[in-house]
């Protein structure tokens, strides 16, 4: 009898280490498990602030992009998605650049038209028959640049900015 108590008592002492192993076991797991959530929580966090910032530089450059996009749309992109109007950027970038181009040198042709109304405009058109006519026209350069910086600054330009509901 004696020996199936020890027997017993022994073997409740083998699940007692067993089970305070497994406890310490399940301790040490645990506060494993809490470093990986604060952890977790911390990434998150700093995430978020990041998903923020991104957002915000999102919407600024989605504003700016509208922005020049309304100048480069015409009436028959009306009803067209983003999908279909974005590969015609490129394209209707250069002719609104064409067409600036072209509206400031018939403007400047036309003041010269009636300030030096005996000037050959047609001159302008021509390729330049000498080296001589091209370097005098880099020399007078310098000299109309701080004129043409004057008159672009008068420009009464208004590029209207999309709502900030879009």
Not at 17 to 27: D, F, G
Not at 36 to 46: G, K, M, P, W, Y
Not at 122 to 136: C, F, V
């Amino acid at each position: 009898m004696k020996a199936l108590v020890r027997s017993s008592h022994n073997k409740a002492e083998e699940v007692i280490t067993h089970a305070e192993e497994e406890l310490a076991l399940a301790k040490l797991i645990r506060r494993g498990a809490d470093r990986d959530l604060v952890q977790a929580q911390r990434t998150i966090e700093s995430l978020t602030e990041k998903l923020a910032t991104a957002t915000e530089n999102w919407n600024v450059l989605w504003k700016s992009f509208c922005s020049v996009a309304d100048v480069l749309r015409t009436p028959a992109d009306d009803g067209q998605s983003w999908a279909q109007f974005i590969p015609r950027i490129p394209a209707r970038f250069q002719e609104f650049a064409k067409k600036c181009a072209q509206i400031c040198t018939k403007n400047v042709l036309a003041q010269v038209r009636v300030l030096a109304p005996e000037a050959p405009l047609s001159k302008i058109a021509e390729e330049a028959e000498s080296q001589e006519y091209l370097d005098a026209v880099e020399r007078m350069e310098p000299e109309v640049d701080g004129l043409a910086s004057r008159v672009a600054e008068n420009l009464d330009i208004d590029i209207s900015l999309p709502d900030d509901n879009a």
